[in-house]
């Protein structure tokens, strides 16, 4: 069965703090897609990343880093440098990339907040 | 380019009505999905469409819920009667599959209905 795991309910940062968000998945395909999605206080839902289980290269985008490791089937989210405007809900999703559905298993979001 | 469009973006309304949910995709994407956000619940897929034919199904709490898809353009999910514990916030997705088990859209979110029901 599929499963996504973000055991951090809410944590809470000083801005400039470096934090990282943990995600650890369960999948028994060996081709799986991961996303990541933010959630800021307006509501809507904003894609980050997407990481295929082939490609287990870090990927840094501006002060965002993600870690993917196969071998302890996790999928970290790093903010470097934090800011305010980082206050969000954050959410881990896994797809397994089976033909013709693409249904996203969603964990259960890390609150993160940013405190000036 | 526009994004997910829904509508209403609020609604409320008194339990035992019905509550009709609209929902435009991204024009060219093929796949839409319907999700429901709760506190207790965190974000669960309902039903997803890909090319307008319902996939999956197996979310839709009850009865009480359909979902339709009558063109690629447009979706409608419906609750009727609608009751308290419906209220929630719902989102509809869409993205772009390309049918081979190879290669993966991320999905885009609309930016949610809000429904309460009294």
């Known amino acids: 069965a599929q499963k996504v795991t973000q055991a951090q309910t809410e944590i809470s940062v000083v801005e400039k703090e470096d934090v990282t968000l943990d995600c650890v998945y369960e999948?028994?395909?060996?081709?799986?897609?991961l996303f990541w999605y933010k959630q800021p206080p307006s509501g809507e839902l904003v894609f980050l990343i997407r990481?295929?289980?082939?490609?287990?290269q870090n990927e840094i985008s501006g002060r965002y880093s993600w870690n993917f490791q196969k071998s302890t089937s996790s999928f970290n989210f790093t903010i470097t440098a934090s800011q305010v405007v980082d206050s969000a809900v954050y959410f881990c999703?896994?797809?397994?990339?089976?033909?013709?559905?693409?249904?996203?298993?969603f964990g259960t979001g890390t609150r993160l907040q940013v405190f000036p | 380019d526009a994004g997910v469009i829904q509508s209403p973006r609020h609604e409320v309304t008194e339990m035992g009505q019905e509550v009709t949910l609209r929902c435009k995709p991204i024009?060219?994407?093929?796949?839409l999905f319907w999700y429901r956000q709760t506190m207790m619940r965190g974000l669960e897929l309902l039903i997803y469409?890909?090319?307008?034919?319902?996939?999956?199904d197996s979310g839709m709490p009850e009865d009480r819920f359909s979902a339709k898809m009558p063109n690629a353009s447009f979706s409608t999910l419906k609750i009727q009667p609608s009751e308290p514990r419906d209220s929630a916030v719902y989102f509809c997705?869409?993205?772009?599959?390309?049918?081979?088990?190879?290669?993966?859209?991320?999905?885009?979110f609309g930016p949610g209905t809000r429904l309460t029901v009294l």
């Open positions: 024009s060219g994407h093929n796949s």
């Open positions: 990481r295929n289980s082939f490609d287990e």
């Open positions: 469409f890909n090319n307008n034919v319902p996939i999956d």
């Open positions: 999948t028994r395909d060996t081709t799986y897609y």
């Open positions: 999703a896994l797809s397994e990339a089976t033909y013709n559905t693409d249904k996203l298993i």
């Open positions: 997705a869409s993205s772009e599959m390309d049918g081979t088990s190879l290669s993966y859209n991320e999905q885009f």
